[in-house]
């Protein structure tokens, strides 16, 4: 295991514009682009209160042996049925083509299906994204539909991954 989780803080500012501040990781993921220093703030606090209300956010991950930050890998609400929850890897570029993003991926289930007890986890993405669909089945995902996605504009393929424990 290389990486480490914690919960975002109102502090990690910085962190989360070397993430979420980069256009090339936010190709997919924001049809904004380029987010400004306060929207970056704004996705950060949304996460946080995500923490708060939920129990989830899309945990900050940190290098075990350098304390790097590499990115965030998590969980957050998805519709109206609390059993299951939208799972969601970003990378920091430095970091890609590691199998990192696979490794948190993992854990990230390992902690839904067990300590949570979830029943699903949902995921989705952008259809031009052609990464996410191999990770995705690599983690056991189905495909099971495409819906539209508001903040796009596009119909998204979806995914779901049930837990087997239950
Ligand atoms: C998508 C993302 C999380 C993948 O992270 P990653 O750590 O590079 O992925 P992994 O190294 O675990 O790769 C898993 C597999 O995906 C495929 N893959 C990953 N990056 C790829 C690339 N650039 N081109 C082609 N295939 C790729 C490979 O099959 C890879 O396995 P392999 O290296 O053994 O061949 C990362 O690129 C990222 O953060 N992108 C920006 C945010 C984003 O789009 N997130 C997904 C939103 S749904």
Not at 62 to 82: I, Q, T, W, Y
Not at 87 to 95: E, N, Q, S, T
Not at 105 to 120: K, M, Q, W
Not at 146 to 156: D, I, K, Q
Request: hydrophobic share 35%; proline share 6%; net charge positive.
């Amino acid at each position: 295991m290389r990486l480490g989780f914690r919960c975002w803080r109102e502090s990690d500012l910085p962190l989360a514009l070397g993430l979420w501040g980069d256009p090339q990781v936010m190709k997919f993921i924001d049809a904004r682009l380029t987010l400004s220093g306060r929207e970056v703030k704004e996705l950060l606090e949304k996460h946080i209160k995500f923490q708060h209300e939920a129990g989830i956010q899309y945990w900050p991950i940190f290098l075990l042996s350098s304390g790097e930050h590499v990115g965030c890998c998590g969980l957050r609400p998805c519709g109206a049925d609390p059993g299951t929850r939208e799972i969601g890897v970003h990378l920091r570029r430095k970091f890609w083509r590691q199998g990192l993003a696979e490794e948190a991926s993992r854990t990230v289930i390992a902690y839904a299906f067990g300590r949570l007890g979830l029943n699903a986890l949902f995921a989705g993405h952008h259809p031009e994204n052609t990464v996410s669909p191999v990770l995705l089945t690599r983690l056991g995902f189905r495909y099971t539909h495409h819906e539209p996605y508001g903040p796009s504009g596009l119909l998204h393929p979806s995914y779901l991954l049930e837990n087997s424990l239950r």
